[in-house]
C-alpha cells in the first residue's frame, strides 16, 4: 500500500483509511481496511449476528449525528421547526437524490418503505375495473397486501405469481413473460428488487421493459437493494421506486424514499391530507405530519459514511462475505443453498434449507438451534411457495471468521434436521 493509499480519507468528519487503487473485488479482501470499517459499529458481543435484514445497525458516526439531531430538535423544538428545519430536511433530500442518481424533485423522503409502496399501489390511478395487477410469492407481506386489496378498491382481478426455484435471471423473467401473455389486461406489477425472504436479485429493467412493451407499469420495492448492492436507481429503469434508508443505508430508524419520475407523477394520486390547490408535486403525493424529523435529518452522515466506502467496495464486501459461507454450504449433504450464485442475482442475503425440511416451524427451530448451539443469530422465512427456510444476512461489521462459523454449523443442523424427523 502507498503512503497514498495510507492517507485517512475524511467524509463528514469521519476518518476512514483510504484503500488502493484495486478493484473493487481485491478490496473486499483488505482485512485491515474493513476491521476499521467494522470497529465503527457496536454488534452484540455474545452472539455473532447474521440477521441484519429487518434494519441496519448505524454505525457510530451515524448514530452520533443522530444523537446530535435528536438533541436539536429537542432543545430548539418550533423555534428551528419554523426557522430553518425544512431547509434542512430538502438539504437531506437533495444529498439522497444525486446519492441515487434521480431529480431533486423526484424523491421524497418517507418514514419507511412500507410508507412509500402504499402510497404507490393505492395511489396508482390508472386502474380500470377489469385491468389485472400483479405480484409474486416473494414480495413483501404488506406490499402483497395493497396489491391485493386493489380488487376491491380498483374492481380489478389480482395475479398471483410463484417465482422459479431454484432461480435464474433467465427463468425469472419467463415467469413475468409467461404471466403478461396470459393476462392482456395486466396494467401494474409489483417488482422486489431484491427480495427479504432468499435475497433473490430480480432483473428489474428487463421485466419493466416487457411490461412497457404490454403497456404495463411496473412498481418497485427496493428496500433491499438500494446500498445492499452496488445499484444507482435509474439503472432500474422505472417510474415508480420505494427505497428504505434504515436497512442497507444505516440511516436511523424512520427514514424511507419515494421516487417518482417527473413524467410518471400524474399516475399517482395526491394525498387527499395535502391542500387541493397546492403545487402539483412529489411532496403533495404523501402527508408525513409531525415525526422523527432528526431520523431523517441524518440521512447526509450516513450518505457520508457510504460514500467513503464507495458503493461498489461496499457491495464487493457483503458479497465476499455471503460467498464465502455459501461455497462450503454448497458442499454439506443435506443443505440446499437457495439462492443463485449468478453474482447478478444475488447480495449480502443468501436463504438455505435443510434438504425437505419446507414448514416454517421447522425452519424456525433450525434457526433456534443456530442460536442455542452456536450462538449464530438468523432468522427463518416463510412465504415462499416451495417452503420455509432459513434466510442469512452478513453486515459490514461481519468478518470472515463469522461465515466460517456458520458454514460448520451447517452439518450439525441436517442432524437436528434428521433428528427431528424421526425421533425415537
Ligand atoms: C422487501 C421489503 N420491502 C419492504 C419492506 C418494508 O420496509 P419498512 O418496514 O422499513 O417499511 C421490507 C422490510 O423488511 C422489505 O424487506
Not at 250 to 259: I, K, N
Not at 363 to 376: D, F, K, P, S, V
Request: hydrophobic share 50%.
Amino acid at each position: 500500500m502507498t503512503e497514498l493509499d495510507r492517507r485517512s480519507l475524511l467524509a463528514g468528519g469521519l476518518a476512514l483509511p483510504a484503500l488502493g487503487l484495486g478493484t473493487a473485488a481485491e478490496a473486499a479482501d483488505d482485512d485491515r481496511y474493513w476491521r476499521e470499517i467494522a470497529g465503527q459499529f457496536t454488534p452484540p458481543a455474545d452472539v455473532v449476528q447474521l440477521e441484519n435484514g429487518n434494519w441496519g445497525m448505524m454505525p457510530r458516526p451515524v448514530f452520533e449525528a443522530y444523537q446530535a439531531q435528536l438533541a436539536r430538535v429537542n432543545r430548539d423544538t418550533s423555534f428551528y421547526a419554523r426557522r430553518g428545519m425544512n431547509r434542512d430536511l430538502i438539504a437531506a433530500r437533495d444529498a439522497a437524490a444525486a446519492a441515487m442518481g434521480v431529480g431533486a424533485d423526484e424523491l421524497v423522503l418517507t418514514r419507511n418503505a412500507t410508507e412509500a409502496l402504499e402510497t404507490l399501489i393505492l395511489g396508482y390511478n390508472r386502474l380500470q375495473p377489469g385491468d389485472a395487477v400483479l405480484y409474486a410469492d416473494l414480495d413483501y407481506d404488506s406490499a402483497q397486501a395493497c396489491m391485493a386489496s386493489l380488487a376491491h378498491r380498483r374492481g380489478v382481478q389480482v395475479v398471483k405469481i410463484d417465482l422459479p426455484e431454484p432461480a435464474t435471471r433467465a427463468a425469472v423473467i419467463d415467469a413475468y413473460a409467461a404471466a403478461l401473455a396470459a393476462n392482456p389486461r395486466l396494467k401494474l406489477i409489483l417488482l422486489t428488487h431484491l427480495t427479504h425472504r432468499t435475497g433473490l436479485v430480480l432483473p428489474v429493467r428487463e421485466i419493466a421493459a416487457l411490461a412497457r412493451a404490454r403497456g404495463a407499469d411496473v412498481i418497485v420495492d427496493a428496500a433491499h437493494s438500494w446500498c445492499q448492492i452496488d445499484v444507482a436507481i435509474p439503472d432500474l429503469d422505472c417510474d415508480f421506486v420505494a427505497i428504505n434508508g434504515h436497512k442497507w443505508l444505516g440511516a436511523p430508524l424512520g427514514v424511507g424514499f419515494l421516487h417518482v419520475r417527473r413524467a410518471a407523477l400524474g399516475r399517482i394520486d395526491r394525498h387527499p391530507a395535502n391542500a387541493a390547490g397546492g403545487p402539483d408535486t412529489l411532496f403533495a403525493r404523501v402527508h408525513l405530519g409531525t415525526y422523527d424529523f432528526a431520523a431523517s435529518l441524518t440521512v447526509p452522515a450516513a450518505l457520508a459514511f457510504q460514500q467513503a466506502i464507495g458503493s461498489a467496495r461496499r457491495a464487493a464486501r457483503l458479497r465476499a462475505l455471503r460467498d464465502r459461507w455459501v461455497a462450503r454450504a454448497r458442499q454439506v449433504q443435506g443443505i440446499e443453498v437457495l439462492t443463485p450464485d449468478d453474482p447478478a442475482a444475488h447480495g449480502a442475503i443468501t436463504a438455505f434449507r435443510v434438504q425437505g425440511v419446507t414448514a416454517s416451524g421447522a425452519n424456525a427451530a433450525l434457526a433456534g438451534r443456530l442460536l442455542e448451539r452456536h450462538r449464530i443469530f438468523t432468522v427463518h422465512r416463510d412465504g415462499i411457495a416451495r417452503g420455509a427456510c432459513v434466510r442469512v444476512t452478513p453486515a459490514l461489521f461481519n468478518t470472515p471468521a463469522d461465515m466460517d462459523r456458520l458454514a460448520a454449523a451447517l452439518p450439525d443442523l441436517v442432524q437436528f434436521a434428521r433428528d427431528r424427523a424421526s425421533p425415537n
